[in-house]
């Protein structure tokens, strides 16, 4: 059973700065694509960044040059370093196997941001 646990969300000033880590565990994490995604209450879930099992990327525009998705294979852990943070980029972040995600999504991290 595959388990996901996101952490490293909190409350940031807009143009502040946060990097979210996403545990994997009780699977062959390295084979497949991660994605990050996103959810505010009320809207469907929102594809953020994707990264191949080979390190290649891709960005929802409204996140592209300002997010960074990464992976340390090693430690079964997928990242996203977020920066130059809008109030619009407030959300519930989940993470996730692409393109077919695992039933069992994580708990999520809060990310707000706000003055």
């Known amino acids: 059973q595959v388990q996901l646990v996101e952490s490293g969300g909190g409350l940031v000033q807009p143009g502040g700065s946060l990097r979210l880590s996403c545990a994997a565990s009780?699977?062959?994490?390295?084979?497949?694509?991660m994605a990050w995604h996103r959810q505010v209450p009320g809207k469907q879930r929102e594809l953020v960044a994707v990264i191949s099992r080979g390190g290649s990327t891709t960005y929802a525009d409204s996140v592209k040059g300002r997010f960074t998705i990464s992976r340390d294979n090693a430690k079964n852990t997928v990242y996203l370093q977020m920066n130059s943070l809008k109030p619009e980029d407030t959300a519930v972040y989940y993470c996730n196997r692409h393109p077919l995600p695992y039933n069992d999504w994580g708990q999520g991290t809060q990310v707000t941001v706000s003055s």
């Open positions: 009780g699977s062959i994490f390295s084979i497949y694509s």
